[in-house]
DNA sequence: CTAGGGTTAG
C-alpha cells in the first residue's frame, strides 16, 4: 500500500489499534522510522503504549533508545505494565529514571502505578520513598494517590501506617474503606476490620463487592456465621453481581463456618467458576469428611470445564481421600497428578500420602512411601506418621525411634512432640523414657503460635 | 492510561 505522508499519519493510528503482535508493531516502527515520523513524540507514545500491552521488555528498549525525551505517558505506560506483569523492581526502576531523565514531574497517574507495584512485592522501603514524593509534590491531594498508598500499608503489614494515612483523609469514598478493612484483614486483626465497617455503614457509604470479599474474609477468620449470612441476605437484597471472588468468598465463610451445604448451594449458583472455585469447594468437602464427594467433583469439574487441576487442587482432593479413608481413589489421584498432569509433587502431597496411608493403618506402606520419598519428612509428616503410629502400632522400634529423634531435633520447642514421643515410648514399654519424655513437655508450647494479635 | 478482593497437607 503507498500512502502520502499526511495520509499516512492520518492511517497510523489505526494501524496502531489494529497489532495484536509484536512483530507487527516491530513494522510499524521501521514504518516510522522510513518516514521519519518516529521523530514525532504522538507516535512514539503510541508504540511505546501498544508494546506494552505485548512486550514490555520491547517497550522499555524502544523508550530507552528515543532520540528525545519520552512522555510521561510513555512513562507512565511502561511503569504500569510492569507492575501489572508483576515486575515491581523493574516498575520501581523506571520510576527513578523518570525522575533522573524524565521530562517534568511524575503525575497522579504515575504514583498509583508505582505504588502498585511496591504494593504487590512488599517493598516498604521504597513505598515510604515514594510516599516522600507523593507528600513532597502535594499529591496527597489525589484520591487515588490516597487510596494506594493505603493498599501499600496493607500490604506491607504495617496497619499503623495504614491507620495515619486513613486518619488523615478527610475524604473517605468506598475504595479507601474497603483498602482499610482489607489492611485490617492482612494484619489479622480481623475483628478492626468489622469495626472499620461498621463505622462506613455510620459514614453513609455503601459497600460494594471488593467490600464485602474482605468482610467476609474477616468472618472466615472469626467465624462469624450469623454475619456471614447477613453479607450474604445483603447480597442477595441488594442485586449485587456474584461475581468469581465475592462467590469464591463466600463459599470459604461457610467452609469456616462448618456450613458445607450451604457453601454448595453458593457454589451451584455462581455462573463462572475459576480454579480457586472448585479448589476451595473441593477442599470444604475434605474439611467435612465428604470425602466421595470432594471426589465426584473432581471428576465433574475434569469433565465439564477446560479448567486444568493444579498443584493446590491435588492437595485438596489428596486430603480429602486421606480423611474419608479413600486409599485407592487418592493413590490413583497421586498418580494421575504425576503421570497425566506432569506436576511435580511437593512436601504437601507428600504429606497427604502419608496422612492417607497412616490413617488406614496401613503404617508399614507409609514407612515405606517416607523412605522413598525424594525430600527429607517435615515436621508435620512425621507428625502425622508417628500419630499412626501410636494408633495402629505395627512399626518396628528402631525405625520409629530415628524419626522420632528426627522430630524432636527438628522442632524441640513444642510440646506436642514430647507427649507423641512418649506415648510411642509406652508403646514399646519403654516406660522410664516415657516418663522423662513427659517430664519434658512442662513449660513447652503445646499448640504451635499462629501470629494473630486480635484486638 | 489510574486505586481495592478469594485458595492448598497437619
Known sequence: MKYSLSSLSYHIPFLFQRSNSVPQ??????????????????????????????????????????????SLFAWN?????????????????????????????????????????????????????????????????????RNTLLHLYGSCRTIWCAWKVFDEMRERDVVSWSCMIEACVACSQPSCAVSVFQEMRLSNINPNSVTLVSLLSACSHLTKLKMGRSIHSF???????????????????????????????????????NLQTWTI?????AHHGKGKEAVSLFNQMEAASSLKP???????ILSACSHSGLVAEGQSFFSTMVDVYRIKPV?????????????AGLVEEAYKFIKEMPVSPN????????????????VSESNGRKLVEQLLTEEPELGANYVLAADLSSVFGRWSE????RGAVKGRRLKKVTGCSWV
Do not use: W
Not at 504494593?119 to 487515588?144: I, P, Y
Open 25 to 70: 508493531l516491530l513494522q510499524l516502527q521501521a514504518l516510522l522510522l522510513k518516514t521519519a515520523l518516529d521523530h514525532h513524540q504522538f507516535f512514539a507514545t503510541q508504540l511505546i503504549s501498544s508494546l506494552c500491552r505485548l512486550s514490555v521488555r520491547h517497550a522499555h528498549s524502544v523508550l530507552d533508545r528515543l532520540p528525545f525525551p519520552p
Open 77 to 145: 505506560s511502561l511503569i504500569r505494565a510492569y507492575a501489572e506483569a508483576f515486575q515491581s523492581t523493574a516498575a520501581f526502576q523506571v520510576f527513578s529514571n523518570l525522575r533522573r531523565f524524565g521530562a517534568g514531574e511524575a503525575d497522579f497517574f504515575t504514583y498509583p502505578f508505582v505504588l502498585k507495584a511496591c504494593a504487590q512485592s512488599s517493598m516498604l522501603g521504597e513505598g515510604r520513598v515514594v510516599h516522600g514524593l507523593v507528600v513532597k509534590a502535594g499529591m496527597l491531594a489525589d484520591s487515588h494517590v
Open 235 to 273: 447480597i442477595l437484597l441488594n442485586n449485587i453481581k456474584l461475581d468469581i471472588s465475592l462467590g469464591t468468598a463466600l463459599i470459604l465463610m461457610y467452609n469456616k463456618c462448618g456450613q458445607v451445604n450451604d457453601s454448595l448451594i453458593v457454589f451451584s449458583s455462581m455462573e463462572g467458576k
Open 281 to 285: 469447594m473441593i477442599s470444604g468437602f
Open 310 to 316: 493444579d498443584s493446590l487442587l491435588f492437595s485438596a
Open 347 to 359: 512436601m504437601e502431597h507428600y504429606g497427604c500420602m502419608v496422612d492417607l496411608l497412616g490413617r
Open 379 to 394: 515436621n508435620v509428616i512425621l507428625r502425622s506418621f508417628l500419630s499412626a503410629c501410636r494408633k495402629h502400632g505395627s
Open 434 to 437: 516415657a516418663f522423662k519424655l
